[in-house]
């Protein structure tokens, strides 16, 4: 109970973070058509890249997905520990299920309206968008792809199977696993565990959309939302780390080097090749150390916030209200100004920033106008009353 009272003392710092990591989702997903050689692959293929903000994205993927995950699995156990198991599925309905089963039909016809635009306004089109216009030319190219995807809804996806694996594991409590953070040797070797989800993913790590589940996002964001859930009541182990964030902060850059050199140079004959969208089956050596990478740079964005996101403060209250929002509606809107700035003879990073900036206004702004106190509002963040 002390444990847990005093993890309610500092529940600001999570909130935070998960608001900001969504809002990094916004920068990542802008960036990719502006980054070289990543913009290849990408649907909207701007004439000339960065090596820069390529690094940046990929940096931001190896940490983004897997504190969500964590930060979901403390989050779940706080509310079976608080509310029950009733409540917390009822929840779990009302803020995931309801909202992916409402807002994917909606996202479809949305990208499907970006596409046509898309083929229609870009005269020479490139990368991947070329790619689908010759398959959309080729009618058994054409009957073999298929257009149901979980978009970037498979968060949501994966994320109400794991609550529902909780609900059911919540039952067991007579499993305990203190023994395995009460040894340091133990907590160095956990990384590895994250090694077969890895090689499952491939390099850079793919997003998982199919609507079939597959094995590996258990074996790897799984293991992620299982940390969380476990973290919830030993909230004192951050209290031991919390000295060495600034030197897990360093060894996470220096480990990024040799893992961004490692990557494969994403174009489109690797996407053809490659069993998941974008990705390549790694080495052993290649896959230790996304582990790790991935272990340190989520640990470090947690000890981070929890030094400076500590304090509730109303713009990040705010900012933490929007980012639901923002996460479900911004990839058509994104996709439609890259495209739309394809041919604009402007800088490539003013063109990122237009991108971003734009995105983020017109979210923000249905988000007051139509969202923060309406059914949608509610259904996302709770019923709210006007201030």
């Known amino acids: 109970m002390a444990a847990a009272s005093n993890a309610s003392s500092r529940i600001h710092y999570l909130d935070n973070l998960r608001a900001l990591a969504m809002m990094l989702g916004l920068y990542l997903h802008g960036a990719l058509a502006y980054a070289e050689p990543a913009r290849s692959v990408w649907i909207a293929t701007n004439p000339e890249g960065s090596v820069a903000v390529d690094a940046s994205i990929w940096y931001i993927h190896l940490f ?15 509310m079976i520990q608080r509310k029950g198991l009733k409540p917390f599925l009822w929840n779990r ?4 299920a309801l909202p992916f089963v409402l807002f994917l039909p909606l996202l479809m016809v949305a990208m499907a309206i970006v596409f046509v635009f898309a083929f229609a306004y870009v005269k020479q089109p490139q990368g991947l968008l070329g790619l689908i216009v010759a398959a ?10 298929t257009p149901y995807t979980t978009m970037h809804l498979w968060f949501l996806y994966y994320l109400l199977m794991f609550s529902l694996l909780a609900a059911v594991c919540s039952r067991w409590q007579r499993l305990k696993f203190d023994w395995l953070f009460e040894r340091k040797y133990l907590l160095a070797l956990s990384p590895l565990t994250l090694v077969p989800g890895v090689m499952g993913g491939g390099l850079p790590i793919s997003a998982p959309e199919t609507f079939i589940p597959t094995w590996w996002p258990f074996a790897f964001y ?7 859930w476990q973290l919830f009541g030993r909230e004192e182990l951050l209290d031991h ?5 600034w030197s897990l902060v360093l060894a996470g850059f220096v480990l990024f080097i040799p893992h961004y050199f490692l990557l494969p140079a994403l174009d489109i004959a690797l996407i053809q090749q490659a069993t998941e969208f974008g990705s390549l089956t790694p080495s052993l050596l290649e896959s230790v150390l996304a582990a790790y990478l991935s272990s340190i740079l989520t640990l ?6 929890r030094r400076f996101l500590g ?17 479900l509606i911004h ?3 994104i996709l439609f100004l890259q495209t739309l700035l394809i041919p604009v003879a402007i800088p490539t990073m003013v063109k990122l920033a237009l991108v971003i900036f734009v995105t983020w206004l017109f979210c923000l702004a249905t988000y007051v106008v139509f969202v923060r106190y309406t059914p949608i509002g509610w259904m996302l963040n709770g019923k709210r009353t006007f201030p």
């Open 136 to 145: 959309s030319q080729n009618s058994e190219a054409a009957k073999s792809s």
């Open 331 to 333: 990839l058509p809107i």
């Open 311 to 327: 304090r509730s403060n109303a713009w990040l209250k705010f900012w933490a209200d929007t980012s639901y929002w923002v996460y």
């Open 300 to 305: 470090s964005a947690l000890l981070v916030g």
């Open 64 to 78: 983004r997905m897997g504190l969500f995950f964590l930060l979901s699995g403390y989050f779940a156990k706080l």
């Open 222 to 228: 799984g293991l992620f939302y299982w940390v969380g």
């Open 93 to 96: 309905v009302i803020r995931i």
């Open 241 to 245: 780390l919390q000295p060495w964030c």
